[in-house]
């Protein structure tokens, strides 16, 4: 026997060959172990073992427009919709997952402007409109930025953890009008004309959509540029004029006042005069040699 001939007991050999088998059961359950460990550690590196709920939502200015003019007074519309990856509800063994829009910040001119507080699911889009006031003179920027909550799940660990990312408008440039034209009247002045036609000149700032002048109180008469007072009668006028911008602010000019006298014109006057004498001498002889031949 196989057993006799190493000069062991048949109990012994049976032991050690039961020790054998449990030390190979332990050593098999100890690679299972480890190679599990490293499964989880490579599942744990594999991002497609984590759902990430977070999805820029979609950001549209309908006022102000690209590249448009306003008062000083601006009125802001938009709204923020969902994007196609934003969720409202994803059913989880951690709870319900889904996407927040927290706050929307208004920029102006690259500074906060304002920051309104929104905490929505974003079921139906988000609209806000506001008058934003008292914006000085000149060229600006408005841009939108959105503060949004997400979430991260984790399917070995089954859990899940907040996200907070943002979103972006377009850069909107505008320009604010906020206070009326300047004109200055240049030729006209408070003074005596000889003449019954005086240039109207003056200069304005700003971008102007309409000038017109008012004589002497009279209805506003529209005018393209400079132009000339024509045929004005002697005596005492005043004139103002109006320039209004592309937003609708008006300026007026300071009244002035000034007075047309054209001079009489004496050679006219003479002529006449000279005729008359002239004819007179004629009939005077004619008469004279009339009265001689009835002698």
């Known amino acids: 026997m196989l057993y006799e001939e190493k000069n062991l007991p048949l109990h012994l050999a049976l032991l050690m060959k039961r020790k054998s088998l449990a030390l190979t059961f332990i050593m098999v359950l100890l690679l299972l172990a480890v190679a599990g460990t490293l499964l989880v550690r490579v599942g744990r590196a594999n991002p497609y073992d984590e759902d ?32 196609d990856g934003w969720t409202t509800g994803a059913n989880t063994y951690a709870g319900i997952l889904r996407n927040q829009l927290l706050r929307v910040k208004i920029l102006i001119d690259g500074k906060l402007y304002r920051s309104v507080e929104v905490n929505s699911y974003l079921t139906s889009p988000f609209s806000y409109s506001e008058n934003l006031q008292n914006l000085a003179d000149g060229r600006h920027t408005l841009s939108l930025e959105t503060d949004c909550e997400g979430w ?69 008469v529209s005018i393209g540029g400079n132009t000339t007072l024509a045929d004005l009668s002697n005596g005492e006028h005043d004139i103002t004029v109006y320039a209004t ?31 008359v004498a002239v004819v007179g001498a004629i009939l005077a002889i004619y008469f004279k040699k009339r009265k001689r031949q009835t002698k």
């Open 152 to 220: 991260a799940y984790n399917f070995h660990e089954l859990h899940k953890r907040k996200l907070w990312y943002k979103a972006f408008s377009d850069l909107i440039n505008f320009t604010v009008y906020a206070n009326p034209p300047k004109i200055q009247l240049l030729s006209v002045t408070n003074k005596t004309y000889e003449a019954s036609d005086v240039p109207l000149t003056f200069t304005v700032n700003g971008t102007i959509s309409k000038l017109s002048y008012s004589l002497d109180g009279l209805d506003n």
């Open 245 to 275: 911008d592309i937003v609708g602010n008006t300026g007026v000019s300071e009244t002035v006042h000034f007075n047309v006298e054209v001079p009489f014109p004496t050679t006219m006057v003479i002529a006449p005069i000279a005729s």
């Open 52 to 83: 990430i709920y977070n999805a820029p939502p979609v950001i549209s200015i309908f006022s102000p427009t690209q590249n448009a003019a306003s008062t000083s007074n601006v009125m802001l519309n938009f709204t923020v919709s969902k994007s």
